[in-house]
């Protein structure tokens, strides 16, 4: 309700405020057009019974809305303080089919914005980029941006994640909305090979990204 887990079995209709928005297991994707978290949920051996999954489905969607690249233990800490409960499966599956759906969310963002300004008529990768001042870059590294992150910020000029900008003394003004930019992070995961019986560890590119501000939504912070 209203972007928030709920326990929709003991919250009372006396509590629900007007005009609230209420999503459920029915909103959240239809048989013909899945949310990635269904898909996950089947591909990944999820559902058994079945009793707990619009639970968990649910759950997990809240979950991604707000913290799209979780790490296994935040999904893991998240279903527990949600007190989401599974006596079939055990929990593996179902945090890897969150994570799983995780990783589509972050292909879907990068080709959404893509998309989006394609539909303004901008090609974004035909930006002139010449060097650190003249694109979009990190305030601290002073090191620009990929390619294609500059391709998905919206301004040139300088960035920086919550974090760095409060580490400076800056305090991002209330209502303002950050980005996001990408990086690959490389999992090593040791397989044996069919052929030969010996260990070998494969690497797995994973897309992830954090959330970053520009300098003009910043106060206490002078440009460079």
Same mark, same amino acid.
């Given at each position: 309700?209203?972007?928030?887990?709920?326990?929709?079995?003991?919250?009372?209709?006396?509590?629900?405020?007007?005009?609230?928005?209420?999503?459920?297991?029915?909103?959240?994707?239809?048989?013909?057009?899945?949310?990635?978290?269904?898909?996950?949920?089947?591909?990944?051996?999820?559902?058994?019974?079945?009793?707990?999954?619009?639970?968990?489905?649910?759950?997990?969607?809240?979950?991604?809305?707000?913290?799209?690249?979780?790490?296994?233990?935040?999904?893991?800490?998240?279903?527990?303080?949600?007190?989401?409960?599974?006596?079939?499966?055990?929990?593996?599956?179902?945090? &890897?089919?969150?994570?799983?759906?995780? #990783?589509?969310?972050?292909? $879907?963002? =990068?080709?959404?914005?893509? /998309?989006? !300004?394609? *539909?303004?008529?901008?090609?974004?990768?035909?930006?002139?980029?010449?060097?650190?001042?003249?694109?979009?870059?990190?305030?601290?590294?002073?090191?620009?941006?990929?390619?294609?992150?500059?391709?998905?910020?919206?301004?040139?000029?300088?960035?920086?994640?919550?974090?760095?900008?409060? &580490?400076?003394?800056?305090?991002?003004? #209330?209502?303002?909305?950050? $980005?996001? =930019?990408?990086?690959?992070? /490389?999992? !090593?995961? *040791?397989?044996?090979?069919?052929?030969?019986?010996?260990?070998?560890?494969?690497?797995?590119?994973?897309?992830?990204?954090?959330?970053?501000?520009?300098?003009?939504?910043?106060?206490?912070?002078?440009?460079?």
């Amino acid at each position: 309700m209203n972007g928030k887990v709920t326990r929709s079995c003991i919250y009372k209709m006396s509590r629900v405020p007007d005009n609230a928005e209420i999503t459920t297991i029915e909103g959240v994707g239809t048989i013909s057009d899945m949310h990635p978290i269904q898909v996950a949920w089947m591909a990944y051996g999820c559902a058994q019974c079945g009793f707990c999954s619009p639970g968990f489905i649910i759950s997990a969607k809240v979950l991604l809305d707000n913290n799209p690249s979780p790490t296994r233990e935040e999904v893991r800490e998240w279903f527990n303080k949600q007190r989401n409960l599974c006596r079939c499966t055990g929990y593996k599956p179902l945090i &890897d089919a969150t994570m799983a759906a995780a #990783k589509a969310n972050v292909y $879907e963002m =990068v080709t959404s914005k893509i /998309i989006a !300004e394609l *539909e303004k008529g901008n090609i974004p990768w035909e930006k002139p980029w010449a060097g650190v001042r003249s694109g979009a870059y990190n305030r601290i590294s002073k090191k620009p941006y990929s390619i294609i992150n500059q391709m998905l910020l919206q301004h040139t000029g300088e960035y920086a994640t919550f974090k760095q900008w409060t &580490d400076l003394g800056g305090h991002i003004r #209330k209502g303002e909305r950050s $980005e996001f =930019v990408v990086f690959w992070k /490389i999992l !090593e995961k *040791e397989e044996t090979n069919e052929d030969t019986g010996e260990k070998e560890v494969k690497k797995i590119p994973m897309l992830r990204y954090y959330n970053v501000f520009h300098i003009s939504q910043v106060d206490g912070v002078e440009p460079l």
